[in-house]
């Protein structure tokens, strides 16, 4: 796939061999991701709170209530980061300094737009989607309150940078004999056992 | 413990009720996560990094090379916001709308200061012990060079607020009767067998 044509102020400059503009890279994170952290300037200060999101195409989505302060700020306009990190692993190396982590993350800079009334309905069977595939067909849909109470906001996915370690740890030569355990505790995402809802009124 | 006595611009107002100011809450939370995203003002905009951090009593440690233009604009005292957030489950309900997340987050705002030399080795001690405890013995410490080449911030933990999701769905009453699974599906960070350094010269 074609890369992202991002301004050299987007791109990663630290450790710059770890940055990729590729959409297949960045949407592959956006995909496995569940939460993103958005940061932008608020009434009093700088905030970054994490949302629920989907990627849409060459965009992505976040939503919230209508009347949250945040979602207010990012729908008047206001310039955002929108951050995705998963953490594959931890990096244990011989020396301190060198100890990292494996992870994978995704920057978005921009404005998001507010969805109208009428692209609202698609947008919300796509997070409901992304809960589990299929769900939006079988769950009761928003009603008209409902929508009107969500916002939508959609970030288009232009100044985009991906950043990615992976492997183990990169020690100094003269370290390499140091009498000290050193490798990646892999970390991921676990799905456990779905907890039927105590109210169930259906068997599962 | 004692509560924080955080600022009403800094407190949870969307579900207020989810919102904790605890200590203990608060410790907890920040003790089980690995990954901040740091918001302030870049240069460029807003920016929403992640980084490895340590909680230090009453305050949290970030750390990073001090050549990078993000620690460089901490370092000058841009004010921030640090997140932290656990994801914990979906929230699958009868209705689309009462879907949700359960999470346990702590946002922290305020400006981090730079720790001096003399406080620089224990503090690295402190994120080795992060990794895994007992590692900052076995190590080979930073050196001079390495010191010199880290910036390590200290925010204290002052503007802090916790905000929590548990349990199951919340479904309007009507919905109840709806033949349709709902319940949670948990999620938590799973942790591998660790996987030894290909350039390993000493025995796991």
């Not at 956006?30 to 940061?39: M, P």
């Not at 769950?139 to 940078?161: D, F, Q, S």
Request: hydrophobic share 45%; net charge neutral; charged share 20%.
């Amino acid at each position: 796939m074609s890369e992202y044509q991002t301004a050299p102020q987007h791109r990663v400059r630290q450790v710059a061999r770890r940055g990729h503009y590729d959409r297949e890279t960045v949407h592959a994170i956006l995909d496995e991701g569940l939460v993103a952290h958005v940061g932008f300037m608020g009434a009093g200060g700088p905030v970054s709170p994490p949302m629920f999101y989907v990627r849409d195409g060459e965009s992505v989505l976040v939503h919230g209530s209508r009347t949250s302060r945040f979602m207010k700020t990012l729908a008047a306009g206001a310039p955002l980061c929108l951050t995705v990190t998963l953490v594959d692993g931890l990096v244990l190396a011989r020396s301190a300094f060198h100890h990292s982590m494996n992870y994978r993350s995704v920057m978005a800079h921009g404005v998001a737009v507010p969805l109208s009334a009428q692209e609202k309905p698609h947008a919300l069977d796509l997070f409901t989607e992304r809960v589990e595939v299929g769900r939006a067909r079988v769950t009761r849909p928003a009603n008209a309150i409902e929508l009107k109470a969500t916002e939508i906001l959609r970030l288009p996915l232009v100044e985009v940078a991906a950043k990615v370690r992976t492997g183990g740890p990169i020690d100094d030569p003269e370290d390499m004999d140091l009498p000290v355990w050193a490798g990646v505790v892999p970390l991921w995402l676990a799905r456990g056992e779905p907890v039927p809802c105590a109210m169930e009124k259906v068997e599962a």
